[in-house]
């Protein structure tokens, strides 16, 4: 399995912006779909979104359509996510995860085999 590293959460005003990194150690993540999702307490984890392993693919919940954005350094071992114009209801922990199997496009958290161990997002009114 490959070890992933989430950081860049924080607090946040509404309307603000952050900038979310996963870095991959262990083995390289270039083959993998990699995905990015939260949990909010008392709620189950949600996919967010996910990126191919060449960026051919990029999917994400309808709620960030617009406002975040993923992208994937393969040559850095990295994936991240831009999130503009967040909002209170974006308050989660989220994760970084890899799905290994080839050819893979799914938004399923049981189908992601690595996970960080999160970073704290909180976006305040």
């Known amino acids: 399995q490959v070890q992933l590293v989430e950081s860049g959460g924080g607090l946040v005003q509404a309307g603000g912006s952050l900038r979310l990194s996963c870095a991959a150690s262990?083995?390289?993540?270039?083959?993998?779909?990699m995905g990015w999702f939260r949990q909010a307490p008392g709620k189950e984890r949600e996919f967010v979104a996910g990126?191919?392993?060449?960026?051919?693919?990029?999917m994400y919940v309808d709620s960030a359509k617009g406002r975040f954005t993923i992208s994937r350094d393969n040559a850095r071992n990295t994936v991240s996510l831009r999130m503009n114009d967040l909002k209170p209801e974006d308050t989660a922990v989220y994760y970084c995860?890899?799905?290994?199997?080839?050819?893979?496009?799914?938004?399923?958290?049981?189908?992601?085999?690595?996970w960080g161990q999160g970073t704290q997002v909180t976006v305040s009114s």
């Open positions: 995860a890899a799905d290994s199997r080839l050819y893979s496009r799914s938004y399923n958290p049981s189908d992601y085999d690595s």
């Open positions: 262990g083995r390289t993540i270039g083959t993998s779909t």
């Open positions: 990126i191919s392993r060449n960026g051919g693919w990029r």
